[in-house]
Nanobody, 123 residues
Framework: VQLQASGGGLVQAGGSLRLSCAAS????????MGWFRQAPGKEREFVAA????????FYVDSVKGRFTISRDNAKNTVYLQMNSLKPEDTAVYYC?????????????????WGQGTLVTVSS
């Protein structure tokens, strides 16, 4: 299984980016998917998760109202739309495949991880 994250880059505060996570080697439509991030010098943290069908989503409080997770099961791809970006959103963002259908916030509930894509937000 490979998860290829893309879409990161440098953006000014207040700007937007859309991250994509394309899965190969496995159909992920029957699994929850999540996004996590790790800022320099900090531990990895949960950002957003979506259930297998997209009916349930969860977000860390700091991104609620600004980020939206979605998925296109026909394309085996998950997205993270990030609006109103802040410098504190600067991090490497990782997508991950859940162990089952239900969206989870605990990283232990994910068993495959992408390589990460860097998001840098300048002030």
């Amino acid at each position: 299984v490979q998860l290829q994250a893309s879409g990161g880059g440098l953006v000014q505060a207040g700007g937007s980016l859309r991250l994509s996570c394309a899965a190969s080697g496995l159909t992920v439509s029957n699994y929850a998917m999540g996004w996590f991030r790790q800022a320099p010098g900090k531990e990895r943290e949960f950002v957003a998760a979506i259930s297998w069908g997209g009916a349930s989503t969860f977000y860390v409080d700091s991104v609620k109202g600004r980020f939206t997770i979605s998925r296109d099961n026909a394309k085996n791809t998950v997205y993270l739309q990030m609006n109103s970006l802040k410098p504190e959103d600067t991090a490497v963002y990782y997508c991950a495949k859940g162990r089952n259908m239900r969206a989870r916030t605990d990283s232990d509930e994910y068993n495959y991880w992408g390589q990460g894509t860097l998001v840098t937000v300048s002030s």
